[in-house]
Antibody, heavy 121, light 109 residues
Framework: QVQLVESGGGLVKPGGSLRLSCAAS????????MSWIRQAPGKGLEWVSY????????NYADSVKGRFTISRDNAKNSLYLQMNSLRAEDTAVYYC??????????????WGQGTMVTVSS | SSELTQDPAVSVALGQTVRITCQGDSLRSYYASWYQQKPGQAPVLVIY???NRPSGIPDRFSGSSSGNTASLTITGAQAEDEADYYCNSRDSSGNHLGVFGGGTKLTVL
């Protein structure tokens, strides 16, 4: 079945690094834009980053620009988020999602179950 | 503007109709997508584009748009519809810059 499974979350100290992974199955991963979205405890959704199907295009929220890097390996059906210089405010559940992209809208149609990242000393 | 504004909370009597709205400048150019999130679960796409429902989403969910406002309507709300609902759109510049509304907590009475 169509599935996204995140991994790599955990507890990290401020200033530290973490790499999240997202394994895709059940659909043609290489055809889709992909995205990371996060949700701080008790808060709303916050878009983090996009990557195009061929990796030629990436974009980031201002809050993570210069610290996070999105990448993908279509041969491995995998999406990644390298997070450096982590801050307490990066504490959140991180979701990966596939993206339907058209001229008039984007839609996050498949979501993973999320992985928790806690930044604390 | 890159902001989308939603009412924090809305309530509806069981079986009645409720509209959840989302306002933002980007909605004059781009359609919103809508997500349902129940406690402890990942969000689920319920409406996208002009008014499209993914497979498995009941037809009591519908979407519409006018000017700078997008709306999610639930016709005949059920107890299982109690959840947080988030709208999302591109940034008004047209770049793939995701913007989420703050979310609306729907209570079914």
């Amino acid at each position: 079945q169509v599935q996204l499974v995140e991994s790599g979350g955990g507890l990290v100290k401020p200033g530290g690094s973490l790499r999240l992974s997202c394994a895709a199955s059940g659909f043609t991963f290489s055809d889709y834009y992909m995205s990371w979205i996060r949700q701080a405890p008790g808060k709303g959704l916050e878009w983090v980053s996009y990557i195009s199907s061929s990796s030629s295009y990436t974009n980031y929220a201002d809050s993570v620009k210069g610290r996070f890097t999105i990448s993908r390996d279509n041969a491995k059906n995998s999406l990644y988020l390298q997070m450096n210089s982590l801050r307490a405010e990066d504490t959140a559940v991180y979701y990966c999602a596939s993206v339907v992209v058209t001229a008039r809208f984007d839609a996050f149609d498949i979501w993973g179950q999320g992985t928790m990242v806690t930044v604390s000393s | 503007s890159s902001e989308l504004t939603q009412d924090p909370a809305v309530s509806v009597a069981l079986g009645q109709t409720v509209r959840i709205t989302c306002q933002g400048d980007s909605l004059r150019s781009y359609y919103a997508s809508w997500y349902q999130q129940k406690p402890g679960q990942a969000p689920v796409l319920v409406i996208y584009g002009k008014n499209n429902r993914p497979s498995g989403i009941p037809d009591r969910f519908s979407g519409s748009s006018s000017g700078n406002t997008a709306s999610l309507t639930i016709t005949g709300a059920q107890a299982e519809d109690e959840a947080d609902y988030y709208c999302n759109s591109r940034d008004s510049s047209g770049n793939h810059l995701g913007v989420f509304g703050g979310g609306t907590k729907l209570t079914v009475l």
